[in-house]
């Protein structure tokens, strides 16, 4: 059983940064393709980005592109999420993800571990 544990959430103004943090407990952590999704109020958990096992290439979201950095550091279990420019339409309850495999995913439903989630939100 892999454990995720999420931190970094919190309040900050529009055009402002913040950074996520997701810790795993895997064993397996260097060769699992991670992720981090997000679920706003009455709309569906939606794709952000993710981040191969191995080699550490970074995808993302169209809306996030250019703004957010995913990035992972295999020594210490962990995956990081970068956002700057932050807007409105980003908060949201954000989920970090771990696949077993090194192919990531843009959907849910393909990853086997889930954290509990962590609050962003960027008042308009």
């Known amino acids: 059983q892999v454990q995720l544990v999420e931190s970094g959430g919190g309040l900050v103004q529009a055009g402002g940064s913040l950074g996520l943090a997701c810790a795993s407990s895997g064993r397996s952590f260097s060769i699992s393709a991670m992720g981090w999704f997000r679920q706003a109020p009455g709309k569906e958990r939606e794709f952000v980005s993710a981040i191969t096992g191995s080699h550490g290439a970074p995808y993302y979201a169209d809306s996030v592109k250019g703004r957010f950095t995913i990035s992972r550091a295999n020594a210490k279990n962990t995956v990081y999420l970068q956002m700057t420019s932050l807007n409105p339409e980003d908060t949201a309850v954000y989920y970090c993800?771990?696949?077993?495999?090194?192919?990531?995913?843009?959907?849910?439903?393909?990853?086997?571990?889930w954290g509990q989630g962590t609050q962003v939100t960027v008042p308009s």
């Open positions: 993800a771990a696949r077993l495999g090194m192919v990531y995913s843009t959907k849910s439903a393909d990853y086997d571990y």
